[in-house]
């Protein structure tokens, strides 16, 4: 079993998709904290997965190995020199889970160059299918980036980059990419009802196609332009389908669409990197 103490500082979304996937590889509970301002949700949090919760960030830190900030990015210059404060001398490992927040703003926020992976994972870490990039900057030691992977493939695949600037490719590619595919499922749900199928069996076999879909694609040799020529007979059904995408300008779509949370997360870089 996995002991490694973690604490979180937030308990939203991402810091609760994290902590289920860690628990249900078998990480001790016992070991993790979260940190959070909302009463409501502290409690629930314990309640739920039996983890510790502190009210205070410094608290929460007192005796943790590995610190993962998972506050939003706005909140991060405020949240990092409040640890910065309480760090001891021996700092932990930092992990960062936050879109478009430098590794240089950070270490400048606590205070000090320490050793910090920024992670950027996906909510299906959650059931343990997530898609998880990562960078460690240069003041991390081969044992600490052990040490994350090892507490991130708890959550799923993980793959690390050697640019840091990849990262805001990777957060608009799978950080956001759930909700691309999210989307996908729910038009297509839309999409069956519209054509006399109740929405039980819209959905359902909305969702079972998208996974069928995936395994068939991460557990095949055939890339995905291959697995899809196999669905589309000539002159059949699928062919139509996908000429209305091409005429849609899916692709393009995309393409735009990703671009513009790329962009999204620079301007984040920029906008916190200025808050000196
Ligand atoms: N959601 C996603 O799919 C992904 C998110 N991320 C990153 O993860 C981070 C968190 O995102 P997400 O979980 O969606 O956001 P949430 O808003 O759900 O979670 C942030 C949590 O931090 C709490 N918080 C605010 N201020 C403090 C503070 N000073 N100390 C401790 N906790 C505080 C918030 O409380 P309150 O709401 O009361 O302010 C909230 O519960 C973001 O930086 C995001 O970029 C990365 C990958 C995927
Ligand atoms: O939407 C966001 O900003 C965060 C980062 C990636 C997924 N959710």
Not at 70 to 86: D, N, Y
Request: aromatic share 2%; net charge negative; hydrophobic share 45%.
């Amino acid at each position: 079993m996995n002991r490694t103490r973690i604490a979180f500082i937030g308990g939203g979304n991402m810091a609760q998709s994290l902590i289920a996937g860690l628990i249900a590889d078998g990480h001790e509970a016992a070991a993790l904290t979260v940190s959070d301002p909302l009463d409501d949700k502290r409690q629930q949090l314990a309640a739920t997965y039996g983890i510790k919760a502190a009210a205070d960030n410094a608290a929460a830190i007192a005796e943790a190995q590995v610190v993962m900030l998972c506050v939003k990015p706005q909140s991060a210059p405020a949240v990092c020199r409040e640890l910065a404060a309480s760090l001891p001398h021996t700092p932990p490992l930092i992990i960062s889970i936050m879109a478009g927040v430098t590794e240089a703003s950070l270490c400048h926020w606590l205070g000090r160059p320490l050793a910090l992976v920024r992670a950027m994972p996906n909510t299906p870490v959650m059931v343990q299918s997530g898609a998880i990039g990562l960078h460690a900057n240069a003041e991390t030691t081969p044992t600490q980036q052990n040490l994350a992977e090892e507490i991130l493939r708890a959550g799923g695949l993980t793959r690390w980059v050697e640019r840091e600037a990849d990262l805001d490719a990777i957060t608009a590619l799978s950080g956001s990419g759930p909700a691309y595919f999210l989307l996908f499922m729910e038009a297509l749900e839309k999409a069956g009802i519209e054509q006399g199928l109740s929405a039980d069996t819209a959905r359902l076999l909305s969702i079972q196609t998208a996974l069928g879909a995936a395994r068939m694609a991460m557990e095949s040799d055939e890339s995905p332009a291959q697995l899809r020529q196999r669905v589309t007979s000539p002159g059949g059904t699928t062919e139509r389908a996908l000429n209305a995408f091409a005429d849609g300008g899916l692709e393009t779509l995309v393409s735009r669409a990703v671009n513009a949370a790329r962009q999204r997360a620079g301007e984040l870089s920029a906008l916190l990197g200025a808050e000196k």
